[in-house]
Structure formats: structure tokens, C-alpha cells
């Protein structure tokens, strides 16, 4: 069953559900009628494949589809901008050293919203709320060069012991294809 987002085609007020419904109630609706048809499994936690993704979060990547991935294949990490994070790191050091993974793949994509910020964002947030983020925004204008940073965060990470298949792509969000990113 997937959710569709007001205004869009198939949205829930098009099938005659009220305004006053959230759109969490919705997701919630929606998780039981997949409760009602769903059989475990019987996987464990370990990807099947030994794949750790990390991708950006925007919506508009279906990651498993453009990847042909089934459920249990891989494990999925995703951000704004998909950007390797000392949270990223923390996820794929448990995603190796716990559960099996061995290869990495790094997905950025065009059009990313990363782009079109910067790290001034942070002062914004600090003026409106009178506390500053500890975190990076991550904001980058070279897409590639964003992708080879990621790959050499992860590379030279010491709390990773596979090191050695990491490789780097961006999604075009309009043709729906991957680009590999060298080290050059």
C-alpha cells in the first residue's frame, strides 16, 4: 500500500478522507493494513548481500527500486545529502562490526537541496531558537567532490574495518541512472 501526499493524484482527500486526519493517523491506517497481510520472514538483522547504502533522504529516490533490492538485502543509511556523518560512521561501524557488511556504496543526487543552503543556515537556526547546532549543515556546491569527501571519510575511518569496496555515485532524480564517482 503506498501513501499518497495531498494534492497529488490518489491523495487520501480524493478517496474521501477529511482534512482533520494527519497525516501521521494515515501512515499509522496504512501500517495496519500491511500488519494485516504481512508474514515474518524469519530474516535476521545481517544483510543478505553485505551492502551498507548510504543515501541522501530526499524523497524522490526509491532507493531499493533504483537499486533492485529486495527487503533484507541491504542496509539502509540515509540523510540530508547523504553526507558521511560521525552518525554515519556509528551506523556503519555497527552495520560491519556487528552484522556482517563488507562494501559501501555512497549515493548523492542532482538537484539536492544541500546545494541550494549553506552552513549560514546554522546561524538562522541559532538567531530563531537562541541555541547553536553542534552539528554541520554539510552544505556543498560540487556534487562530485562532495561524493570523493564521503568516500575518504569512510576510507580512512578507523572504526571501519572494511575499507577496501567503497565506491560513490549520484542518482540523476530525471533519468533515474547512477554516475560513478572516481577518486580523480
Known sequence: MSISVSGH???????????????????VEANRA???????????????????????????????RALGLALGDCHTIRNAGGVVTDDTIRSLSISQRALGTRSVVLIHHTNCGLQSITEDFR????????????????????????VR???????????LTHTDDVRGFV???????????TNK
Open 171 to 181: 542518482f540523476d532524480v530525471h533519468t533515474g541512472l547512477l554516475r560513478e564517482i
Open 9 to 27: 493524484p490518489g491523495s487520501p482527500e480524493s478517496a474521501g478522507q477529511t482534512a482533520a486526519t494527519s497525516v501521521t493517523d494515515r501512515l
Open 34 to 64: 500491511y500488519a494485516d497481510a504481512f508474514h515474518d520472514p524469519g530474516m535476521d538483522a545481517r544483510p543478505v548481500l553485505g551492502v551498507a547504502v548510504v543515501a541522501c533522504m530526499d524523497a524522490r529516490i526509491d532507493l531499493h
Open 123 to 146: 546561524n538562522e537556526l541559532e538567531r530563531e531558537v537562541g541555541q547553536r547546532p553542534t552539528w554541520a549543515v554539510e552544505a556543498f556546491t560540487d556534487i562530485d567532490q562532495d
Open 149 to 159: 569527501q564521503s568516500m575518504a571519510r569512510v576510507r580512512t575511518s578507523p572504526f
